[in-house]
C-alpha cells in the first residue's frame, strides 16, 4: 500500500505540475489565469513535499483525526475554497484579502508546530472512546480546532455557487464544478477523521480529476476565442474530382477543399437558419461524412460541427442587430436560435459576453448616432 500511495502522489505531482506550466504560459496572455496557475502549482508542490513523511504514517495506526491528516485537510481546504475564484476574480488582486482568510490556518499551524517543539506528543486515537478520555489534551484541543477551521473553509466553498450564480459572466461549467469541490472536501473531511487508505486514494484520484476537468475546460475556452479564418465567399463548390485529387497530392489541401465545399453550401442555402439543422443535414447536403466534415472544421479552427454552424448564426445576429432589424433576444429565433435562452448560452459561449449587454449596448450605440445625425 504505501508503494501504491507513492505512485499516486507521483501522478498527482506530474499532472499538476504540467497544468501549472501551461497555465502560467497562458497567464501572460490572460491574467485572470494567473491564479489559477499557481495553485495547481502549490498543489503538486505540496503533495511532493509530502513524499518524504509518507513512512511517518503507519497505516495500520493512523487512528481517528491524525494530525498530519488534519494539517493536509486545512490547507487543502483553505486552497480549495478560493481556488474557484481564481478566474472570475484574480487572485493577485486581492493577496491581501487572500492573507487575512488564511491567517487563521496559519496562526494554527504554527503554534501546533510550536507545541510539538515544546515537546508535546501527538496521541493516537483508535476509538471514540480513546478520543472522549484525551479530547482536553492541549494536542487534540489542536486537531479539533484545525477540523472545525475545515469545516469552515468547507462551508464557504459550498455557499460559493449562489454567489456565482448571481454573477452572469461567470461559466456555467465552473459554478458545476465548485459544487463538485465541495462535495469532494465534505468526502475528504469524512476521510481525515475517521482514516481509510482506500477512502484516501480514492479522494486523491477524484481531486485529480476534478482539476483536470477545470483545466480542459479552461483550454476549451480559450480555444473557442482563438482567432478563426476570414469569411471568404465562395462562388463554386469544389467538385468530388478536386477533392479526391488533392487528397492524393496533399492531405491538408483536401481538407481546405472540403471546407470549402461547406462553406459554399452554407452561403448559399442558409438552411442553418432553421433551428432543427443540424450536423446529419450538413453531411447529408454537402457529401461528406461525419468524420471527413469534423476533420475539415478542425482543420480550419473549429471545435466541432455545432460551433460552426452557430457562428453562421451569431454572424447573422450581428449584422441584424446592426441593421436594426433584431432589437431583443427574442428577436434572436430569425437567425437559427431554437429559443432566446439558447441564442444567450451560445453566445456567452462563443464571443465571451453576454448577449443582453450587448444588445443593450448596441441599440443605444445607434439610437445616439440617430439623435447625433438628425
Known sequence: MYMFILITLVVIITIHLMMASVLFLYSRYKVQYLCLAWIMGIFGALCGMAIPFIHLLRFENVGLFHPFMLLALVVTSYLQSIYPLSIPMPG?????????????????????????????????????????????????????????LSIYYVVNILRLPRYLARNASIPRYLKGYVTAIGMSMVFYLVVAAVFNVTLLVVYFYLFCL??????????????????????????????????????????????????????FFMQHDREWQDNTFGRDRLCEATGINRHLLLQCLRSQGYNNCH?????????????????????????????????????????????????????????????ESSRSTV
Request: proline share 3%; hydrophobic share 45%.
Open 92 to 148: 493577485y488582486l486581492q493577496w491581501g484579502r487572500m492573507w487575512r482568510y488564511a491567517s487563521p490556518a496559519i496562526l494554527l499551524i504554527i503554534l501546533y508546530m510550536v507545541s510539538l517543539l515544546l515537546g508535546s506528543r501527538p496521541v493516537i486515537v483508535r476509538s471514540y472512546d480513546e478520543l472522549a478520555g484525551c479530547w482536553l489534551r492541549v494536542d487534540m484541543l489542536f486537531r479539533l480546532a484545525g477540523f472545525a
Open 210 to 263: 476534478l482539476n483536470m476537468y477545470l483545466f480542459y475546460r479552461t483550454l476549451e475556452t480559450m480555444a473557442i476565442h482563438l482567432p478563426k479564418p476570414e469569411m471568404v465567399e465562395i462562388e463554386e463548390a469544389p467538385t468530388e474530382e478536386i477533392i479526391v485529387q488533392a487528397e492524393r497530392e496533399d492531405f491538408n489541401e483536401a481538407n481546405r477543399r472540403r471546407f470549402e465545399r461547406v462553406e
Open 307 to 367: 460551433d460552426y454552424i452557430n457562428s453562421y448564426r451569431i454572424n447573422a445576429l450581428k449584422r441584424g442587430v446592426a441593421d436594426g432589424t433584431i432589437l431583443s433576444v427574442n428577436d434572436c429565433i430569425v437567425v437559427g436560435f431554437g429559443s432566446a435562452k439558447t441564442a444567450r448560452t451560445c453566445f456567452e459561449r462563443m464571443e465571451g459576453a453576454s448577449l443582453d449587454e450587448y444588445l443593450k449596448s448596441r441599440i443605444s450605440a445607434a439610437k
